[in-house]
């Protein structure tokens, strides 16, 4: 094996952490991985991720971040059960504006339970000789050189032992969720600690998971999307591996969605159309149903840090979370791993930049890029989700944070415009579907058919929208 190009400890082996891990590894980095769980040999749910209870699908941008960087990732995940949905004509899907009257499908999402995908990527990544897995130690600190990061603290978890270790690295990559703990320790060093936006719409999560039977009048799967300042309540019945349905409930600020069967059930009468609940009557559930709060959706400002430490980088959701009915956040880290791997790339394997210091022996010490650089790109690479997600929660009076003003009722009056065209017009729904989907910057809604479509067609005459 040749000569590693230096170690870099990267922190979560969860998704994120698995992408960043991996890209590392190919650029010749040894990656050490510090995992907290242990975690399961099998598609198996793992504490350490309390959201992998809920529905999580995958994106066409990120399931093509993914495929790019993991190439047969897409067929493991086919061959495992996960189902594949034309996006949106296998969608019974009714939008804020109605219901829509789908065309084609120039794209696919993919549905699988959360630990289905955990463990692919696990498979996948953990094959790579240049990582080293860390599991049930857990990152309590970070240590400095002066302006350059020097290693991670850490700790054995459940021994009772208290003592820690230090584990040296030139690169250290947080990418331990939303609980991240590196503004405070970076706090605890003297460094700045990173501003913060946040939106909060108080959203609430349910999910079950059901035995799938295939003939059933709703199709492939089902969307009952929130109507603001109507019903902030959203059903979805999507198909996972291993013959089941999962479906998942929630609402915005004061609609907890129940977990127990009855108020689950009772829950999907109040949505916006009676599809789900005339399903759920007759489906045989294989397992208890879960309830999770999301935290706001954060966004932490590393990329504003002029003195954050170099060989630092901040990932996944450590970085930003989104309001998860989005259904971005996978595709947003796998993107922020493609984009680091651009980034290394352009330097070379091995090869040194401006951001590079040279060690007492004259080794060259860090990435060929100055890391707040890569920071600004993941901070690009989550532009785009962030402000649609940040932008739909302000639809509801009950979101808090967050800044309305002019510019926002005109952005929201515009998208109702193509949302509304995009009910049965092909050029618009295409734009509709290309953003959402993160597979086209949301200019792709000005473009001169979709604005034509919006104006022409767009307004709410002799528009039937459901309650
Ligand atoms: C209810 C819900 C539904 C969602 N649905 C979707 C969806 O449909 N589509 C989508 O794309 N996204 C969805 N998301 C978002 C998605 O779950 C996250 O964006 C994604 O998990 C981010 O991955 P991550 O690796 O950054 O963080 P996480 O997956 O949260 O992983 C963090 C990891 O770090 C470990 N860790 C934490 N602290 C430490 C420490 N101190 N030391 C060592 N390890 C540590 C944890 O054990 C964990 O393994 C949803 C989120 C929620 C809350």
Known sequence: MPQPVGSAAVLGGSLAG???????????????????????????????VPQARQAHLLMPSGLNAIERLLPGTTALLAGEGAQHLGLPTDIRWLTPAGWLDTFSSRHSIVCFTRPLIDWALRHQVLSHPGIETRDGVEAVGLTVAGP???????????????????????????????????????????????????????????????????????GRALYLQPRPGHNPRFGVLLPVEGGRWMVTIGGMRGFTAPTDPEGFLAFTRELRAPDLHEVLKGLEPVGPIHGFRPPPSRRRHYERLAGLPEGLLVVGDAACTFNPMYGQGMSVAARSALVLRGLLSAGGRGARGSGVATSAAGRAVGLPVPTRRVQRAVFRAAETAWQMASSEDLRYETTVGGRRGPLLRFQHAYL???????????VAQSAFVDTLSLTAPPTRLFAPGVLWQAVVHGGARGRRVEP
């Open 18 to 48: 698995l992408l960043h891990a991996r890209v590392l590894a190919e650029a010749g980095w040894r990656v050490t991985l510090v995992e907290r769980d242990r975690r399961p040999a099998k598609a198996e749910f793992a504490g350490g």
């Open 148 to 218: 350059r990061i020097a290693g991670v603290r850490c700790r054995e978890r459940g021994s009772s032992d208290r003592s820690e270790t230090v584990l040296a690295a030139e690169v250290v990559v947080d990418a331990t969720g939303r609980t991240s703990r590196t503004p405070h320790w970076l706090n605890d060093l003297g460094f700045d600690v990173p501003e913060e936006s946040v939106v909060d719409g108080g959203v609430s999560y349910a999910t079950g998971l059901f035995r799938r039977a295939e003939d059933l009048p709703v």
């Open 416 to 426: 109702d415009r193509v949302l509304s065209a995009a009910r049965s017009n092909r």
